[in-house]
């Protein structure tokens, strides 16, 4: 970030073309551009513009930053388990981190600090040794990943990291897999809630969201597998607001009735409109005016009071 007369400039030009929320990433690791959030939200609220802060929790680290907290995925193929370059969400050092990222956000009077996870933490992920002692001590039994992965005595080809067709999933995985991923993703989520209550005890005005994708309402089993993402489980924590992520090819043709319609379920569940906020990734912003934003959120068909925000704002 550079001076302050190009932070005034570079806000009123976001604010000059309708733009009322900033969403911006905080890294965890190493990283050369940093924020200076302080300055930011001064800035912004002057401006009548919100600042959202979000936070990463699958963020690539790079080799100098592990520090021995990085995640364990297994290779389906070679039945290995292998080290990843995702941090891994149980390790208590890690945790900490999250904590002290996330103190320093509320301190800086941030509107919001959203809990990401991109990559997701997807089937073959979360088998750290924090992950399997936490399964052992819950079950009392241990886990043996390349059990998880067999279906009627064959083992699951994994033809790509992370990527887990649906097809294949439905009914063939023994209940040890369903009780895994369930249990990986309340443990996520009580890592969450212990991150929460520590901030709020020091900044009781300290707001939280988690970004989720469509599948959580239209095909929550899908969810769970493949993002470790379960919407009813994730509305009974401390959550104000839930952010949908969508790819930008979601918003356009028959793809977008889902995004309405996943929008439009959470917020019956919520019986709250405000508390959902549907985020458009894309490689450029598909509106630069207000007019233009409630054309795209009209035809996706989101309700008075959701959220649209495009991913993609870079500081200056």
């Known amino acids: 970030m550079k001076s302050e007369a190009t932070l005034r400039s570079w806000v009123a030009s976001i604010k000059s073309n309708g733009t009322n929320t900033l969403l911006l990433q905080q890294h965890l690791f190493g990283h050369r551009h940093e924020i200076r959030w302080k300055d930011l939200v001064k800035e912004a609220h002057r401006q009548g513009?919100?600042?959202?802060?979000?936070?990463?929790?699958?963020?690539?680290?790079?080799?100098?930053?592990?520090?021995?907290?990085?995640?364990?995925?297994?290779?389906?193929?070679?039945?290995?388990?292998?080290?990843?370059?995702?941090?891994?969400?149980?390790?208590?050092?890690?945790?900490?981190?999250?904590?002290?990222?996330?103190?320093?956000?509320?301190?800086?009077?941030?509107?919001?600090?959203?809990?990401?996870?991109?990559?997701?933490?997807?089937?073959?992920?979360?088998?750290?040794?924090?992950?399997?002692?936490?399964?052992?001590?819950?079950?009392?039994?241990?886990?043996s990943p390349r059990k998880l992965f067999t279906s009627g005595g064959r083992p699951w080809t994994q033809d790509s990291p992370g990527v887990m067709p649906v097809v294949q999933v439905r009914g063939g995985f023994a209940p040890e897999f369903w009780r895994w991923v369930g249990w990986k993703n309340r443990e996520y989520q009580n890592v969450l809630d212990g991150v929460m209550a520590v901030v709020r005890q020091q900044q009781p005005g300290a707001r939280f969201g988690i970004e989720l994708h469509t599948d959580t309402m239209t095909n929550p089993r899908r969810a769970l597998v493949r993002y470790t993402e379960d919407f009813l489980e994730s509305r009974q924590r401390l959550f104000d607001r839930f952010i949908v992520a969508v790819p930008e090819r979601g918003v356009h043709g028959v793809a977008k009735s889902s995004v309405g319609q996943a929008a439009i379920e959470m917020t019956e569940l919520l019986d709250d409109p405000s508390m959902v906020f549907v985020l458009v990734s894309g490689r450029r912003p598909m509106w630069s005016t207000v007019n233009e934003a409630l054309i795209v959120k009209a035809s996706l068909g989101l309700q008075q009071g959701v959220g649209l925000g495009f991913r993609g704002h870079h500081v200056p």
């Not at 364990?72 to 969400?89: E, M, Q």
């Not at 800086?108 to 088998?127: E, K, N, Q, T, W």
Request: charged share 25%.
């Open 49 to 143: 513009i919100r600042v959202y802060a979000v936070l990463n929790l699958r963020e690539g680290m790079f080799y100098g930053d592990s520090r021995g907290w990085g995640d364990v995925r297994f290779n389906a193929d070679s039945g290995a388990l292998r080290p990843s370059r995702s941090p891994d969400l149980l390790h208590p050092e890690f945790q900490e981190s999250i904590k002290r990222a996330a103190l320093d956000l509320a301190t800086a009077g941030v509107d919001l600090i959203v809990f990401r996870f991109d990559p997701p933490s997807g089937p073959f992920d979360g088998f750290s040794q924090h992950g399997l002692d936490g399964f052992r001590r819950d079950f009392h039994h241990p886990l």
